[in-house]
């Protein structure tokens, strides 16, 4: 059975930084995408950022040029660096993970971006 955990959220100042975490565990095939979708009080989830199987990137105009989404083949992980912060970032961040035409949603992490 394939889960994907997130990890790494937490409270941060803005301009600060964060790195997300999502692994993926029960599988040792890659993902034919994993992103990062974020969710705040009274919006919709809206997408992140997007790493598909050939390497390709996908970010929302509102992150462009701060967050970076990486491959840690190793671990079978993605991780989701977020620097320079806003409190508009702050939201529950959320994996998405597709094998095959199955999606694959982690339980989320909360992300506040505060003074």
């Known amino acids: 059975q394939v889960q994907v955990v997130e990890s790494g959220g937490g409270l941060v100042q803005p301009g600060g930084s964060l790195r997300l975490s999502c692994a993926a565990l029960?599988?040792?095939?890659?993902?034919?995408?994993m992103g990062w979708y974020r969710q705040a009080p009274g919006k919709q989830r809206e997408l992140v950022a997007l790493?598909?199987?050939?390497?390709?990137?996908e970010y929302s105009d509102s992150v462009k040029g701060r967050f970076t989404i990486s491959r840690d083949n190793a671990k079978n992980t993605v991780l989701l660096q977020m620097n320079n912060l806003k409190p508009d970032d702050t939201a529950v961040y959320y994996c998405?993970?597709?094998?095959?035409?199955?999606?694959?949603w982690g339980q989320g992490t909360q992300v506040t971006v505060s003074s």
């Open positions: 790493l598909r199987r050939n390497e390709s990137t």
């Open positions: 998405l993970g597709v094998w095959g035409s199955r999606d694959y």
């Open positions: 029960g599988t040792v095939f890659r993902a034919k995408s």
